[in-house]
Each structure stands twice: as C-alpha cells, then as structure tokens.
C-alpha cells in the first residue's frame, strides 16, 4: 500500500512563494506520474501540475509561469513551488500519485493567499 504525505502549507501574502513536499511510502512496482490537484471551497477539484517518470510536465494554464512542479525519484517526493501567488490560489491542496491502474491520494494541505 502506498501513503503520501504533504507538508509545506501554510498562510501567504500575494505575492509570496510556497513550497509543497510530497512523500510517498511503500512499494511502486511500476513507473508513476505524480501530480498535484486543488479543490477551492465550492468547487470541483482541478488538476494544477502533472509530472510523469520521464519529467514531462504539465500545468493548468493559470499557474504555467508561477508554479513549477518536480520530482526526486532516490526520495519518492514531488514537490509543487508556487512563485506569485494569488488569492485565486487560495485552496486545498492535494498530491496524487498514480502507478498502473492505481492511483493514490494524499490528505490535502491548506494554502491561504491573504493580506
């Protein structure tokens, strides 16, 4: 079984930058793509940033330039470095991993962009 566990949330001014850790536990048998999602109060949850196994990334488009998403294969960690925030940004935070036809989830983080 695979856990993941978040960490680097927190309370930001706009404008500030954050860094987002997610580390995964247990044994992956098969390449991974790993990501990071959002869900705002009264909305869907959205994809922000994928990675896969080979580092190709992709981003929602209203983050592409603000934030960059990453990936220490040695750690099992992704990481999420948001630059420019914005109150729009304000949500919780979700990492993924998904291996096969499995897909696992983290239990969310709290990022709050206020003045």
């Known amino acids: 079984q695979v856990q993941l566990e978040e960490s680097g949330g927190g309370l930001v001014q706009p404008g500030g930058s954050l860094r987002l850790s997610c580390a995964a536990s247990g044994t992956i048998f098969s390449t991974t793509t790993r990501a990071w999602y959002r869900q705002a109060p009264g909305k869907q949850r959205e994809v922000v940033a994928t990675?896969?196994?080979?580092?190709?990334?992709t981003y929602e488009d209203s983050v592409k330039g603000r934030f960059t998403i990453s990936r220490d294969n040695t750690k099992k960690t992704a990481y999420l470095q948001m630059n420019s925030l914005k109150p729009e940004d304000t949500a919780v935070y979700y990492c993924?991993?998904?291996?096969?036809?499995?897909?696992?989830w983290g239990q969310g983080t709290q990022v709050t962009v206020s003045s």
């Open positions: 990675v896969t196994s080979s580092a190709t990334t």
């Open positions: 993924n991993l998904r291996s096969g036809l499995r897909s696992y």
